[in-house]
Every structure is written in C-alpha cells, then in structure tokens.
C-alpha cells in the first residue's frame, strides 16, 4: 500500500506528465491526489523540494517496472537484454507515457533551474550504475555500454513521445545495437 507521500508524489508525476512543468503546483498535486489541500505542502514545502520528491520517486518506479517487464533481476544473455530493453521502451510510449513525459519534463526543468541539477545528476547516476549492473555479465566494459544503451533508449523514447510513429517497433535497433556492443566486446 501506498504511503501518502508516495501518493503525492505520484499525483505530482501525473501533472507533470499532463500538464507540463508550468501546471505543477501544489494545489494542482492536491486536487490530483484526492487529499485535502496543503498536503503536499506539508510534504514539501518547496515547488523545487516537490521538483526533488519526482525526481527520486521516479528511479524507485523504474526500477520496480524494469523487474515486472523483464521478470527477471538480470538478463543472462543477449536475447534477454534484448527482450526486456524493448518491453521497457514500449511500456515507456505506451501504458507509463504520462510518467515518461513527466521525465522529460523534468530534464528540461533541469537545464534552467540550477538547484535540480545535482539530484538530477544523482538520479541519472543512480540509474547508470543500476544498469551497468544490468549488463555485468554482458559486457566487458558495462560502464561505457549502460551509457550508451540509456542514451540511445532516451533519444528513442522522446521522438517517439514528440513525433510518433504508428509502426514504432524499437525492437530492430535496439537489437542492432545491444548486439553490436556486446559481441564486440566478448
């Protein structure tokens, strides 16, 4: 079950990824929550501590969602990476798109409010190193290959979620990639 905070932090995300940065106000995240007004306040008494809450309450989601699509802790093989980098793609355009647009909400926001650059800079490195886990028994070097898969995976993501296609499949690409630099580097 659900803390409250974790509730107003996920009403916070809603806004975020439906009515954009400028629509993110605690009252907003109230009347979304279904609590009664200044609950979020009393959580965060900042719109950029509120701005920090997404921001963490964002990793936790994506990696609980990384084990319910991949069903498994860590891919064992090629094919598995594969299989589960799409599912999260797809998931990310598709069912979670609101939470996906509110990410990259707030990477925008984070390019012009300085005090969230460096819990952004946490989580992306929270999130590296997650990864880079990931790919331990993949790769020789699962540090440079998390960074490159996340960013080609970002990239994809947001022209999907601002010019869709109505054939996208990034299972090719994906595919062409994730075996380019892991059977290089075996």
């Known amino acids: 079950m659900a803390t409250k905070r974790e ?15 400028k629509g993110l106000t605690h009252r907003g995240v109230d009347d979304v929550a279904g609590v009664p007004t200044g609950t979020s306040s009393n959580y965060f008494r900042t719109r950029e501590a509120l701005l920090v809450g997404v921001v963490d309450r964002l990793v936790v989601r994506d990696k609980l969602d990384w084990e319910r699509l991949s069903r498994l802790p860590t891919p064992q093989s090629i094919d598995e990476l594969i299989d589960a980098t ?7 355009v598709g069912a979670d798109r609101i939470r996906t647009t509110a ?14 650059q460096a819990p952004f800079r946490t989580a992306r490195r929270t999130l590296v190193e997650w990864v880079e886990g990931l790919l331990v028994e993949l790769s020789d070097d699962p540090a440079a290959h998390a960074l490159i898969l996340m960013d080609y995976l970002e990239g994809a993501i947001l022209h999907q979620l601002t010019m869709p296609a109505p054939d996208f499949d990034p299972r090719p690409l994906i595919s062409d990639l994730a075996t380019s630099l892991l059977t290089k580097s075996r």
């Open 7 to 21: 509730i107003v932090l996920d009403a916070a995300i809603e806004v975020l990824g439906t009515r954009g940065s």
């Open 86 to 92: 799409t599912a999260w793609a797809l998931h990310s």
């Open 103 to 116: 990410r990259y909400t707030l990477m925008l926001e984070s390019a012009t409010t300085e005090s969230m």
